[in-house]
């Protein structure tokens, strides 16, 4: 049977897959028993699982909190997270989970239409500009100025970021690094001290730019257990945007610039065709090849580097506790295209709402803060996810090497005028590796993308005048 995420999606009338998919909407949960609807709206307490239809016992109203996400890996976090809040603070906090179908417009009607809509809400950083723009994110209070340099990457600031407003908090993140098998490139380092006597021990040299693996790959005297040398899910666009990350522009940094749009320079063009060329190098199918099959290879010792996402350490960590991973593996930053050209991969960042229609947001802002910034040392013990505040000590070393790579990344864009922006992109690299002209597609992509733009529309919301902002949720949410 085919793996169903790999079977792709349609947003807005195009096709997606993979991870390019999931930067967009949300897999359904399939447990439709805890969906809240507009009619019932049954809240699922936390650490109980039971229903509560409206009656409040020990706890009042206001002394309640509703929080709605979509991720079953965060049960339990946010299980226990509630639980010691309620002990701290005597506030009670319900989680919800929730289906990641139309999230935004299911959150939209609780909060007009009933009164169990969620007082905050987890929700990847791309829907941030529709959220505040219907009226359910509002800026954050941040009394404890935790949102700044000092705590957070520049990454995930930007990420909470529009309009210059902190309209979230960071939680978790998800990006793209460079995949090593440690065991492997410690069998090279032992070959090559006893080849070489004397001089300076410098350990295992991760390679640091493409053509490092390529010079790597003509000289490696590869195991038989190894079918390839470098090999990634070039299929799907969070694997493959470090190519040209760093030379093109989607909104600026916060990503929320519509009149900040660069996609079609030398830069650009040079990095693409250097992409296009590893194609003789290794020949990677699009049609078949997927995430899923890339980890399963590198699981099996077929593959020495690939490029994985943060979901990967869990798979084998578990994988070598239960003795189905014989190696050992590492963590490094994507290497750069060449000595001139410099890689920037892509990132999505997990934030803390509130909603804008939330009568408690003092203390809806101080439980965000309390799960994203206070118990984060526990959110990838509890949850599998990687925090994205500063501070945090995990027992596997690879797993902060990944902040790294993080703090370099670019943020995916929040604007609605380039919601079919990842879908263009991802059919450009498919055109190029197979062998269409680069400047050509990439020069069709751009007029594509830039002819969305509407300057008008543009000034109106920065004027703070936007039909959007005036009209607020039925523009969305018909």
Known sequence: MPNEKNKGYEY??????????????????SMAGIFCTACKNPIVEAGTGQEDEGEVTEFS??????????????TPYLNSAALNY??????????????GVEYLEEINKASIHSESGPDL????????????????AADIQDEDRICRKDDYPQTALDAVTYMKRKIAYPFYYETSFLLYNKTYMEDVLRARQENESGGEDLGIVIPSTIDDILNFADEYDAPETVEAVFKWDV??????YFFIGNYISVGGDAGDDPMNINLYNESAIQCLKVYQQLNQFFSIDTNVVTYEGILEEFLE?????????????????????????LFEYGVAVIPDINIDYKSRGLSVTNAVVINGYSEKQEKANDFAKYISYDKAED?????????????????NPEISKIMEEYEKSVSIPKMLETSNFWVQLEIVFTEVW??????TALFNMNEQITGQMDENQVENVKKGTSPLQNAGITQFFP
């Open 12 to 29: 807005m009338g195009f096709k997606m897959k993979g991870k390019a998919q999931r930067l967009l909407l949300t897999l359904a949960v």
């Open 61 to 74: 109203q206001e002394d309640r909190l509703i929080l709605w996400y979509t991720d079953e890996d965060l």
């Open 86 to 99: 309620q002990k701290e603070k005597g506030i009670k906090v319900m989680p919800v989970l929730v289906s």
């Open 121 to 136: 809400y987890i929700t990847s950083n791309d829907n941030l500009e529709k959220a505040y723009l219907s009226g359910l």
């Open 235 to 240: 299929s799907d666009i969070f694997y493959n």
């Open 301 to 325: 010792g077929k593959t020495v580097f690939t490029i994985a996402t943060t979901d990967a350490v869990g798979r084998l960590d578990a994988a070598k506790e239960a003795g189905e991973f």
């Open 379 to 395: 959110l990838y013990k509890r949850g599998g996810k990687i925090p994205a505040r500063y501070g945090v000590a995990f027992e």
């Open 434 to 439: 197979k062998g269409e002209d680069v400047d």
